[in-house]
């Protein structure tokens, strides 16, 4: 039976609309209850429409050598020490390192296809879907329901992930659909929208209290701000960029004091201090740079050089090490060996080079925006970690990079 592209699409965009939901229910019952595997279910099915979807490309063999190189790790693993259930772990953790890749193929093509206008505004209601989940969720964490954002080792629960199991996943798919959204609002010139937007996305970060999502908020949206700005500057650019100085500033600073005081951020910062002996460092980077050191220990003196090279992954090195690295190069290294960490390195400059060609067209009027927020992702990676081998957030930064290609003239 032959499947019609469009249907296939509008089922996919349909699904994914509710992907945040399903998310919330499977925290719900992880909380309330016992754990269930509904949003990895949920996500396999995702995964299995999306590779149908581009079986008949020719990015098709391409994402089948990916999702090939990184279960090598896991492969390797297996047969090294027979154990199933952490081979089983480490499919699913593999997985997600092709779920950002998968999803840009995916809407790079949707984009592309001749018929896309017929799914354009199933793709917006699924973006929009997807921000309203998000808000409902940090909602109901703001009201008392679902888990504090940092709880282990605090003397009291910080901030909020609602019921959204994965802490660190929530704020790299909330900086996702900020860009998104944010990017959209300030190309079509919807100016009150974008502030708007702006002021929503830092109150759901506040709520958060996550260093990522607080600074990364007003970075994702200055992306596309800087990417409209012309060269040489125009006397235009320069008064807007004076009336934004003159009030946004002020408006922003106390936006930012009052949210900050009372969403617990500084009481976390403290305790943090006082925890790692007032090094700053590792307060900044979260105990991330010990996590790292620890791992590379592992890495250099105990695996051999098929270890190094193909990785046995990530719970063999966890089994080792005590602590994931928690930084995504390093993470990787560590569980798919240099093999893995060079695709990484590749695919980025994949996106990388093509965003930079594509941004002097000028129908490709997001490629510029897309740029700097492959350049932001590269970065926050390497601070924060779970970039690119999110799960749910890698189908939402799948979709931001794959902006590039989305035709605005």
Known sequence: M????????????????????IDMINGFFAMEFTKLPISQIFKFILLLLFLLRLSKTKDFLFLIGLLIIFQIGPLIGIIKTGDFS???????????????????FYFKNLFQHRDFG??????FQMVNYAFVFIVINMVLGFVGLGMAFYHHGFDNAVGTRGYIFAGNELTILVLALAFIIGSYQYHNKKYKQFVLSLLVFLAISFLITSKTVLGGTIIVFLIP????????????????????????????SLFFYFGIISSGVIEKIKFSMKRNDYDILTVALSNRNNFVRQGWEVYAQEYSIWGKLFGFGQEYHLQLS???????????????GILGLMTLFLLLLYWILNAYNLSSLRENGYARSVFFFVLFL??????SGHIFGSGIAGIFIGLAISLMFYKTA
Do not use: C, M
């Open 378 to 383: 590269t970065v926050v990676a390497n601070l």
């Open 2 to 21: 032959k499947i019609h592209i469009n249907v296939l699409d509008r089922l996919i965009l349909t699904l994914l609309g509710y992907v945040v939901l």
């Open 86 to 104: 952490s081979f089983s772990k480490d499919i699913i953790v593999a997985t997600k390192w092709f779920n950002v890749p998968l999803s840009f």
């Open 225 to 252: 701000v800087i990417s409209h700005i012309g060269f040489p500057i125009k006397r235009k650019w320069i008064e807007r960029l004076t009336l934004i100085t003159a009030f946004g500033i002020p408006i922003l």
């Open 322 to 336: 005590g602590h994931s690295a928690e930084i995504d190069f390093f993470s990787l290294l560590f569980a798919s």
């Open 118 to 123: 017929k799914n354009q505004k199933k793709l």
